[in-house]
Nanobody, 112 residues
Framework: QVQLVESGGGLVQAGGSLRLSCAAS?????MDWYRQAPGKQREWVAT???????NYADSVKGRFTISSDSAKNTVYLQMNSLKPEDTAVYYC?????????WGQGTQVTVSS
């Protein structure tokens, strides 16, 4: 079983930045960030795979950066130029030993 613990959420003004962290209890080859805004479906935000390959949703491309520290089993999501529409609960996810795991989520609120 894998535990994923997110941190770093908070309240920020539009145009500001936040960095989210997701610490995994095991070494994971690929991890993703998802988000869910109030009244909306959960949506994929970014992925980092083995070897450092990254991919982003069009809505965050150029503003968000996903990275990892393998020594700490931690993935980060640097979020710049935040917009009110980025307000959501952000979740990290990982596949491990044939199962899919979600963290508990961290709230990001961007005020206009």
């Amino acid at each position: 079983q894998v535990q994923l613990v997110e941190s770093g959420g908070g309240l920020v003004q539009a145009g500001g930045s936040l960095r989210l962290s997701c610490a995994a209890s095991e070494s994971i080859n690929a991890m993703d960030w998802y988000r869910q805004a109030p009244g909306k479906q959960r949506e994929w935000v970014a992925t980092i795979a083995n070897g450092g390959r990254t991919n982003y949703a069009d809505s965050v491309k150029g503003r968000f950066t996903i990275s990892s520290d393998s020594a700490k089993n931690t993935v980060y999501l640097q979020m710049n130029s935040l917009k009110p529409e980025d307000t959501a609960v952000y979740y990290c996810t990982a596949a491990y030993a044939g199962r899919f795991y979600w963290g508990q989520g961290t709230q990001v609120t961007v005020s206009s």
